[in-house]
């Protein structure tokens, strides 16, 4: 059906804008994917009860173990048992107040259990609807 005064649809030609759209968003995503690659700092994505959604290859130049395998593990299993509570008062900070960045340095196991200090900055990317981001570096 269509308006009055509008031309017809065109199956065809919404299905073309439809391919060519999705074409662009996926190569915008892959895009942002090479980008955070190459990022020297690891980019983590938590979903509410702090499970890994997603981490850059970052995680394997600083800790020594590939990201692969990460999706859906808790991030505290990799921070060390005494720096849990700080990491909580982080995460909870971030919920509070979504447009202020919180960082505190805490200990990650790297290869063999080697503890590194990091620091971790984390926040919410949008209103406070999503889950909290962190940004991980290496405290030097």
């Known amino acids: 059906m269509t308006l009055k005064g509008s031309p017809p649809r065109d199956p065809d030609r919404e299905a073309e804008a439809q391919y060519l ?15 955070l ?32 395998g990460l999706e859906g593990r808790l991030i ?14 982080l995460i909870e900070a ?8 919180t960082d505190r340095e805490v200990r990650l196991f790297g ?11 984390i926040r919410r990317l949008d209103s406070g609807t999503s889950p909290p981001a962190s940004v991980i570096r290496k405290s030097w």
């Open 37 to 68: 690659a190459e990022l020297p700092e690891i980019v983590i994505l938590l979903d509410e009860e702090g499970c890994i959604r997603f981490v850059n290859e970052a995680w394997e130049r600083l800790l020594g173990t590939k990201p692969s």
């Open 111 to 121: 290869v063999d259990e080697k503890l590194l200090w990091m620091n971790a900055k």
């Open 94 to 101: 971030a919920a509070a107040a979504s447009e202020v960045p």
């Open 21 to 35: 759209l999705i074409e662009r968003i996926a190569a915008s995503e892959k895009r942002h994917r090479e980008i």
């Open 76 to 89: 505290v299993d990799f921070i060390f048992l005494d720096d849990h509570r700080k990491w909580n008062k």
